[in-house]
Each structure stands twice: as structure tokens, then as C-alpha cells.
């Protein structure tokens, strides 16, 4: 299937005219069309960079460094601001790299993500990152990170960058094709629903990674359709109580451009 050079210009035209700061990146799997608004503006990345900490996690899995089953504890220090379930269990839980993951992209859990970073080490994330090559893409600090040295720095995305890192998993690329494999089951576990999938065809037809905050929303990931596709909307300094149209956006452009794939795989 192909989209027409109208279709691509209409879909643009919706993204760029939504008000505050919008894009998006699409790739098509099969034929490797593209396209793509505002796609290499760097935003604040809210919780779409937990996709780079868990590449990190299977990379220290597979290389021995870390054990995907031994047990880390939760404690009173760790909690943050709500994402997830974790910062609301007690003191002395403990729980499993691999669980952390799950719950960091599932649900998108702070307290799990922070815990993955103090275990990988920012410096290694950071470094994984820059050997993906991922434009645009960086991981400066743990959420809520009130250290004075780290107060005023921010995480940022691209959609073209965290676009190239959603293909490398779904072709089995990141780290190694099982490795791949489990990641791309976990960002099929998202529950958060109502941006990539809200108009698709049944459960499961997205594998993808939302972030949000104040004026900010975006939703990354890839479709099963007929012809599989990439695709990443990111926004921020969108107008205030903007986001909920914003999403409502993403999931009418992600339903056309499934349709425009073939639609059922």
C-alpha cells in the first residue's frame, strides 16, 4: 500500500496546525516509505525515554552483568511522584530487574525507572544511546531528580530518533533478535490506551510507549497491519487542557495510516 504525496501533506498539515509543538515520523516496515513533521525537534522526552533504559537492561542481561531474576528492594528513599504502582507498596518489597522492566513500561512505574538507572548506571544508558546513534535522544537524569546538579537538566526525544529505536526492536536489532523479541511483548503490554491503539481494531494491534505531563503528550511505537508500520507523535507546550484533543489527533492519524497499510494483518 501507499500513501498518497495529498494523504502525507493532509496528515502534516493536521499535526502542524494543532497549536504548540507537534510532530511526527512514520515508516512503512515492508517498503520502507517515510515521512515525517517537526520530526527532529527535540522535546522533552516525559516517559518515552524508559524504552532506552530497558535496551540497557537486556544488554546487561545478555552480557552477564545483570541477572534478570535476582532481587533489589524497594525502599522508603526510591518514592517519587505517582507513575505506576510501586511508590504505593511498603517499604521492603522486593522485586526483580526484569519485573521493574515490565512495570516501567506497562505501566510506566517512576519508582521502577529510577531503580533501573541507579542499577544500569546513567553513564551506561547514556552510552548505549549514542551507539544506536539515536538523533535527538538523551537520558540526563532520573525522574524527580531534585539534586541540585541535576534540578534544571531534562531528558529529550526526537521522533525520528526514538522512531529508529522502536524499528531496531521490532526487526530484532536491539541487542539481539530474542532480546528484541521480549521488548517488543512488553510495549504490547501498555496500558495505556488511548492515543496509538484508541481507534484500532481490537486489543494488542500496537506495540508502544506513552509519556505524558502538563501540555505534554506523546505516544511512540509500531502497528500490526496488513504492511506494519512505525509511527511516533510527540508534542509539548501545547496549549493548557490541550492534551486530551491531542490524543483524540493521534489516534484519528494512526487509524488512517493503518487503513493505508492494508488494515488487518
Not at 544500569?120 to 537520558?139: A, K, S
Not at 541535576?150 to 524499528?167: H, P, S
Amino acid at each position: 500500500m501507499r500513501l498518497t504525496a495529498a494523504k502525507k501533506e493532509e496528515l502534516m498539515r493536521r499535526v502542524a496546525e494543532f497549536p504548540g509543538h507537534t510532530a511526527i515520523y512514520f515508516k512503512n516496515l515492508i517498503t520502507g516509505e517515510t515521512f515525517g513533521y517537526n520530526e527532529r525537534e527535540m522535546m522533552c522526552a516525559a516517559s518515552v525515554i524508559k524504552l532506552t533504559i530497558m535496551v540497557e537492561l537486556f544488554r546487561q542481561m545478555e552480557a552477564g552483568q545483570v541477572k534478570r531474576d535476582s532481587l533489589l528492594e524497594m525502599k522508603d528513599e526510591y518514592r517519587v511522584p505517582i507513575s505506576g504502582v510501586l511508590t504505593l507498596m511498603h517499604a521492603g518489597l522486593m522485586v526483580t530487574p526484569i519485573d521493574l522492566c515490565a512495570l516501567m513500561i506497562a505501566v510506566s512505574d517512576n519508582v521502577a525507572t529510577n531503580m533501573l538507572i541507579d542499577l544500569l548506571g546513567l553513564e551506561n544508558i547514556q552510552r548505549t544511546i549514542r551507539d544506536m546513534d539515536l538523533y535527538g535522544v538523551e537520558l540526563n537524569r532520573k525522574l524527580f531528580d531534585r539534586r541540585p546538579e541535576y534540578r534544571d537538566r531534562t531528558n529529550y526525544i526526537t521522533a525520528e530518533g526514538i522512531g529508529k529505536l522502536v524499528e531496531m526492536i521490532w526487526r530484532g536489532e536491539a541487542v539481539s533478535p530474542a532480546a528484541s523479541k521480549e521488548m517488543l511483548h512488553m510495549m504490547r503490554q501498555q496500558q495505556c490506551t488511548n492515543k496509538i491503539p484508541l481507534l484500532l481494531p481490537g486489543e494488542g494491534r500496537a506495540a508502544h510507549k506513552t509519556g505524558e505531563d502538563e501540555t505534554m503528550t506523546h505516544d511512540v511505537g509500531g502497528v500490526f497491519a496488513r504492511e506494519p508500520f512505525v509511527v511516533c507523535h510527540t508534542s509539548w507546550k501545547l496549549e493548557a487542557g490541550a492534551e486530551g484533543r491531542r490524543n483524540v489527533q493521534i489516534g484519528e492519524i494512526t487509524r488512517e495510516l493503518f487503513d493505508a497499510c492494508g488494515g488487518d494483518a
